[in-house]
């Protein structure tokens, strides 16, 4: 079955830096890739989601990529503030989510 | 709307209480979602419902059942606890494309923590 990798497990970046969250998946059917944030408390929450036909999606700050080859997809969030402090997950999907283990992201003042 | 809701928010059982945690959302969707969240390891599908009066198990459904009577709530049961059940547990939904598929976005509740001691 599916397994999904994320990576760092903790990241801390200064405000205003850019902040990378990097995933692995093992399913080459997975077509689905979606990235959750979760605030201290509460469930999470979808923030952006790529499709395997895709390579790269933007949402203001944030942006994920799609390296189908390798199997690797990326978050990056640009001019980092400290409301973007939370745990990200990113998943991947064939038929059912997959979940990684989550990073928590520090945004130091 | 208020979404998905939990009940309770916190718990603390012991080993061998039972004790059932409910779901309820109020945006009409089909599908329904029990995971567990444990540190390092991401979230884990216990059992999921395509629909009212429909169960599925997932990833890690050993030691809970669930049902379904209604479209809008969806419960979560433990019958005899172990302190290997203590998590945070999250219930989700989404719902349905018109070719009868789950649509990619699941919404979340705010999660029941329990402990089982």
């Known amino acids: 079955g599916e397994n999904v990798e994320q990576h760092p497990s903790t990241l801390s970046v200064q405000e205003g830096d850019s902040a990378v969250i990097k995933c692995t998946y093992s399913?080459?059917?997975?077509?689905?890739f979606p990235w959750y944030k979760q605030e201290l408390g509460k469930g999470p929450q979808l923030i952006i989601d790529i499709r395997s036909n895709v390579g790269e999606k933007k949402d203001q700050r944030i942006a994920v990529t799609l390296n189908k080859t390798a199997k690797h997809f990326s978050l990056h969030i640009t001019e980092t503030q400290p409301e973007d402090s939370a745990v990200y997950f990113c998943a991947a999907r064939d038929y059912q989510l997959i979940w990684g283990a989550g990073t928590k992201l520090i945004i130091k003042p | 709307n208020a979404g998905v809701t939990q009940t309770p928010k916190f718990r603390v059982l012991k080993t061998g209480q039972s004790m059932t945690l409910l779901c309820a959302q109020d945006?009409?969707?089909?599908?329904m979602y029990w995971y567990r969240q444990d540190p390092g390891m991401g979230l884990r599908l216990i059992h999921y419902s395509v629909g009212e009066g429909t169960t599925a198990k997932g990833e890690v459904p050993d030691g809970y059942n669930v049902s379904r009577l209604k479209k809008q709530n969806f419960l979560l049961g433990l019958e005899s606890a172990a302190p290997s059940q203590t998590s945070v547990y999250f219930c989700a939904s989404s719902t349905y494309t018109l070719a009868g598929t789950s649509t990619d976005t699941q919404y979340f509740g705010p999660g029941t923590r329990l402990t089982v001691l």
């Open positions: 399913d080459s059917a997975s077509n689905y």
């Open positions: 945006m009409n969707h089909e599908y």
